[in-house]
């Protein structure tokens, strides 16, 4: 069987930022294995701009983002598989994957860094009453369709749910003629960045109706109208409220799931909140020696934040199959608490031995917070308490553990994260 | 005196701004809880400029449609005469990211340009 130190399943912007750390911090055996025909992911169809303002200083578009990644990886000779599907990671590592030019094969990876990122909830999952004609797409395909293939869906379209890739995409359809109706969201809030709300739907007079689903679809064959209905605050449809649109599209962004069933024949613990494995500190599952990054460990807002942890996860990658990792473990294990409206943390746990000086903790809120702050507290001590403006489930939040503070505190078993109104 | 309504998009906030505008002169800003918004609503009202981003059909490429952005923003109103230019652009493989594919787009003197290689099949 073929070794390779580290393995990185999926050659999107995770897997990408992992692959160069790992080879700077000095591993030359790295393989990406990647499903689609290029390398750089779902950024290659995220063709408007707004990336890249943290990673390098300027807005690029997707392609261009996933263009300076993809660039580093072929000048640091690192390996990759296009058009190749990983069929199993076993415990104890060996990767089953298969392609046209190989067929199946096996490869026993030292470190295994998972990066498959997530996929779109689809409409079986919503539980939308009426027929099932066509013309009703994820955000996403439609989004390939139109900026990959060249094909328009439709040309009167509804969309359901106000993530930011059904606002990109009223945007995009409208600029190649085709008329959005409305946009439909379920919560009272928008899960989409302002910004995305501005500049996709009131810069081309599209309604947003929160509070709002869409309870009909008719058409036979293919789709000709949907109805939408006011929703109350039990989320269910308000008698009278309905509202009839013609249509022959309805795009569907309705959340962001992690592609993890490779994850779960790995035996790996999962989070039941994010959908993405349980991590520590080092980005490490509860298998030791496999990893995980970006979206398929929870889905993030911003690719940047993606590329920075994926470069740690390659980082701890080359630690482990250097046998380096453990070196100054403390074999203590401090708990990382999210409660009072924060919803998750990633990492789940830290041992301050295994940690840089700083570590980063990103987490989410359960809903919009005005005037609050997010505190953190070391055991019962509170030792963070930032005031914020707002806090929205759509935008992911971040404080910083200093590795001097935990081991000032030798007894501490848990750090919580709570948004606080005073 | 005309009044203009505008969300300001520098974060999740979303603060509504009120804009008191004469003759094209902006008077005053209100509604902002920071300085950005006031930043944001006078660039708004006088100079809205836009990023245009889409795609453009390729002959003898690897792939139909090369990913493309305006060089530079463009004015609000010329959006849609911009996508008029993209639309009936055709260019041919091979093209890498940052090649010019339209010069002038709809005479806002901006160009467009590839966001990504498209290699040449033989």
Known sequence: ?422 | MEQRHLTCIGCPMGCQLTVEMDKGEVLSVSGNTCKRGDIYARKEVTNPTRIVTSTIAVKEGDKERVSCKTANDIPKDKIFAVMQDINHAVCKAPVKIGDILIENAAGTGVAVIATRDIRKIS
């Open chain 1, 1 to 422: 069987m073929n070794k390779v130190d580290i393995v990185i399943v999926g050659g999107g912007p995770a897997g990408l930022a992992a692959a160069v750390a790992a080879k700077k911090a000095g591993c030359d055996s790295i393989l990406i294995l990647e499903r689609d025909g290029e390398l750089g992911g779902i950024l290659n169809q995220c063709i408007h701009n707004g990336f890249g303002l943290h990673t390098f200083k300027e807005e690029l578009t997707g392609p261009e983002y996933a263009g300076r990644f993809i660039r580093q990886a072929l000048d640091l000779n690192i390996d990759y598989k296009l058009n190749t599907m990983v069929m199993d990671i076993s415990p104890e590592k060996v990767i089953t994957a298969m392609n046209r030019t190989d067929g199946m094969f096996q490869i026993q990876a030292g470190a295994v860094i998972l990066a498959m990122g997530c996929r779109e909830r689809p409409r079986g999952a919503l539980n939308i009453p009426g027929y099932r004609p066509a013309g009703i797409f994820s955000a996403g395909t439609a989004q390939r369709l139109v900026n990959i293939e060249g094909y328009m869906p439709g040309r009167e379209v509804v969309i359901l749910g106000s993530g930011d890739i059904g606002l990109i995409m009223a945007r995009r359809m409208t600029l190649e003629g085709a008329k959005v109706k409305v946009v439909a969201e379920l919560m009272p809030y928008s899960g989409g960045l302002k910004r995305n709300i501005v500049q996709c739907l009131d810069d081309y007079g599209i309604p947003l109706k929160l509070s709002h689903t869409v309870i009909d679809i008719e058409g036979k064959e293919h789709i000709s109208a949907v109805t939408i209905a006011e929703v109350g605050p039990d989320r269910r449809p308000i008698p009278g409220t309905e509202e009839r649109y013609t249509c022959d599209t309805l795009l569907l962004s309705c959340g962001l799931i992690p592609e993890n069933e490779l994850s779960q024949s790995a035996g790996i613990e999962m989070s039941r909140i994010t959908s993405g494995p349980v991590v520590n500190e080092s980005l490490e599952t509860n298998v030791t020696g496999i990893f995980a990054c970006g979206n398929v460990l929870h889905v993030h807002d911003l690719v940047d934040y993606v590329s920075e942890e994926a470069g740690r996860a390659g980082e701890n990658a080359v630690k482990y199959v250097k046998g380096q990792l453990d070196d100054n473990a403390s074999g203590k294990l401090i708990k990382l608490a999210a409660t009072d409206g924060a919803r998750y943390t990633v990492p789940s746990t830290i041992d301050p031995g295994r940690m840089d000086e700083n570590l980063t903790v990103r987490f989410r809120v359960g809903d919009v917070y005005k005037d609050s702050y997010v505190s953190v507290y070391y055991g019962d001590e509170r030792v963070q308490h930032r005031k914020r403006q707002i806090l929205a489930p759509g935008e992911m939040e971040q404080v910083i553990v200093k590795k001097e503070d935990l081991l000032k505190r030798p007894e501490m078993e848990t750090i919580t994260i709570k948004i606080e109104k005073e």
